[in-house]
């Protein structure tokens, strides 16, 4: 079975500071896709960053940031700087025929 | 704004009621998938339609029928539902079906069943 595991439903971090969301998954596919995803409370579903598992290099976009082991199944979010504007649900997924998902980290950003 | 909107975003009905829901993206994308958010479990893939046909149906109760009259277009028909149908329903778009493609989301719609 494809799954994804967040161990952590809940987060905080102060502003500024950097915070790192994990996610593990499992499949016997070796091409596919992972996704980190962003909920804010509106419940808009932001695409955040996406990396590609045949590519080594970790992906990162602004703030954001993977680290992708492939070996381990293991692709962790790190946010930089965090601003009050991350809070947010956190969905970490990948795709091989479909899109499966993790049951999210809440991150919560203090001033 | 992603491209992809759904109405209407809450919706209370009766387990004897009929109401659809709607999905429109504005991204020219070929794609449309339903979703079912539940709390704390993963998103459940409900539909998938690709160029208008259905490519997937995850063994979705017959209570749920969708519709895909053209590729900007979704809906999910809804009648004689359990309270235990009360979640949030996701619409997404890609640009084509597969692998590769990124999907963009709408904002949902909030279903409470009595």
């Known amino acids: 079975a494809q799954t994804v595991t967040q161990s952590q439903p809940e987060m905080s971090v102060q502003e500024a500071e950097t915070v790192t969301l994990s996610c593990t998954y499992d499949?016997?596919?070796?091409?596919?896709?992972l996704f980190w995803y962003k909920q804010p409370p509106s419940r808009q579903m932001i695409l955040v960053i996406r990396q590609e598992a045949y590519k080594q290099q970790n992906a990162t976009e602004n703030r954001f940031s993977v680290n992708f082991q492939k070996a381990a199944k293991s692709f962790s979010l790190k946010i930089s700087d965090s601003q009050l504007g991350d809070t947010a649900m956190y969905f970490c997924a990948f795709i091989t025929d479909k899109l499966i998902f993790g049951t999210g980290t809440r991150l919560q950003v203090f001033p | 704004e992603t491209g992809v909107t759904q109405t209407p975003r809450h919706l209370v009905m009766g387990m004897t009621n009929k109401k659809s829901l709607k999905c429109e993206q504005h991204l020219g994308h070929n794609a449309m998938y339903w979703y079912k958010q539940s709390a704390k479990k993963p998103l459940e893939l409900m539909f998938v339609?690709?160029?208008?046909?259905?490519?997937e149906n995850n063994s979705v109760p017959s209570r749920f029928s969708p519709e895909c009259p053209n590729s900007s277009h979704l809906f999910l028909h809804l009648h004689t539902l359990q309270p235990e149908d009360s979640a949030l329903y996701l619409c997404?778009?890609?640009?084509?079906?597969?692998?590769?493609?990124?999907?963009?989301f709408g904002p949902g719609t909030r279903l409470l069943v009595l």
């Open positions: 339609y690709s160029l208008e046909e259905r490519v």
């Open positions: 997404a778009s890609s640009q084509d079906w597969g692998p590769r493609e990124t999907q963009y």
């Open positions: 499949t016997s596919e070796n091409n596919y896709y």
